[in-house]
């Protein structure tokens, strides 16, 4: 069984940044492209942004390229986001995920371990 735990959420004023953490169990992390969702009261869940198994390829939703930057440390078992200039928009309860493959996938449906989440809120 995998388990996804995100850490680092709170609360940060416009133009701040925050980094997101996310620490897998299991042997076979680096095995998995991971990514990042999030989702905003009353909205659907969104992607956010992926990284490839090997770390060698990344992808970003638009409203967060440029500012916002994944990466991975296999022999940590982790996966991380930094976010920077921050904006009220960005707050959301932000999750990690476990693609069911290697490589980058912007679909929930083709991610099938999720964490718990971990709120971020952007102050005006």
């Known amino acids: 069984q995998v388990q996804l735990v995100e850490s680092g959420g709170g609360l940060v004023q416009a133009g701040g940044s925050l980094r997101l953490s996310c620490a897998a169990s299991?042997?076979?992390?680096?095995?998995?492209?991971m990514g990042w969702f999030r989702q905003a009261p009353g909205k659907e869940r969104e992607f956010v942004a992926a990284?490839?198994?090997?770390?060698?390829?990344?992808y970003y939703a638009d409203s967060v390229k440029g500012r916002f930057t994944i990466s991975r440390d296999n022999s940590e078992n982790s996966v991380y986001l930094q976010m920077n200039s921050l904006k009220p928009e960005d707050t959301a309860v932000y999750y990690c995920?476990?693609?069911?493959?290697?490589?980058?996938?912007?679909?929930?449906?083709?991610?099938?371990?999720w964490g718990q989440g971990t709120q971020v809120t952007v102050s005006s």
């Open positions: 299991g042997r076979t992390f680096s095995s998995y492209a």
């Open positions: 990284i490839r198994w090997n770390g060698g390829s990344t």
């Open positions: 995920a476990r693609a069911r493959g290697i490589g980058i996938t912007t679909t929930p449906g083709q991610y099938d371990y």
